[in-house]
């Protein structure tokens, strides 16, 4: 595509097949964001496209990611605050109808399978080697496989009683993270063969470490699970997702769009020939 929308700390770049989203480095970014840097989010990655007004006269364009195609999002499963949230642009509001207008050519580009969970991720997590310090001990990965070194002021008896650790990602399936900003706030890794047991508290855990007050901090432990997370679903002997059949298109969505085609058509923004060709499309997917 080649154009750019500019919003508070974050810039959105289109390209033919994907779109680059930068962040700034500026005293009121989110330091997640700001660790993140820039994230290039391949079209086929992405779901939707919503709009919505903001606080104090802002709009809000979020481009909303299949099921699976981000680590980072599968990870934080939903826990994230919404100033954290890498898929949320904030305009000012009376930039609403270019924003409708970049949501629907982003639309336009969405893939056939856009609501269906992707089979594997699509947006890359942070590369490794990563390590950051909880409030129990200091957890590294270097690509193969994660280590915790207990703190003596920090971790329990009976991680001391097990010792340092390291697990291979052969050893994994998967990675839970609770933010720090809840209670209860950690990184346990989730090993193969222990599906449906209930693991132990992440204090006495050895495959976990616990986040605290200035601990486990949001932008130091959850690259780290994403991390953790792409490396383990990458694994070749890692068995395929059962297929998950393709949803029905909304007709009423469908039909929102078209309004908000014909709007963007008078508004200037789509030709004649563009609103034409893109209402076919819209129509055809019934």
Do not use: C
């Not at 934080?76 to 270019?98: H, I, T």
């Amino acid at each position: 595509m080649g154009d750019v929308l500019t919003g508070f700390h974050t810039v959105w770049e289109f390209d033919t097949d994907s779109v680059l989203i930068r962040f700034e480095r500026g005293i009121r970014t989110p330091k997640l964001l700001q660790v993140l840097g820039e994230r290039r989010v391949p079209y086929e990655a992405l779901a939707a496209v919503e709009q919505a007004p903001g606080r104090h006269g802002t709009v809000v364009l979020r481009a909303v990611p299949r099921a699976g195609a981000d680590p980072l999002v599968d990870a934080a499963e939903g826990r994230l605050k919404e100033g954290n949230d890498p898929y949320r642009l904030v305009l000012p509001a009376e930039r609403a109808l270019l924003a409708e207008y970049f949501a629907e050519r982003i639309r336009a580009e969405l893939g056939p399978h856009a609501a269906e969970p992707a089979e594997r991720h699509l947006v890359a997590a942070p590369a490794p080697p990563l390590s950051f310090k909880a409030y129990d001990g200091k957890a590294s990965f270097d690509g193969s496989a994660v280590s915790f070194r207990w703190f003596w002021t920090g971790a329990s008896s009976a991680k001391w009683k097990a010792g340092d650790q390291r697990f291979g990602l052969e050893e994994l399936s998967g990675v839970q993270w609770r933010s720090p900003d809840s209670d209860g706030g950690h990184l346990r890794l989730l090993r193969r063969g222990t599906d449906g047991t209930r693991p132990a508290p992440a204090d006495q855990d050895p495959a976990a470490v616990v986040f605290g007050r200035g601990y486990g901090l949001v932008h130091e432990s959850l690259p780290f699970a994403a991390a953790v997370l792409q490396a383990v679903r990458a694994r070749p002997d890692r068995p395929a997702p059962a297929p998950v059949p393709a949803a029905r298109p909304d007709p009423g969505g469908i039909a929102d769009r078209i309004r908000h085609l014909g709007e963007l058509h008078e508004a200037g923004l789509l030709t004649d020939d563009e609103f034409s060709a893109k209402k076919a499309e819209l129509l055809a997917e019934l």
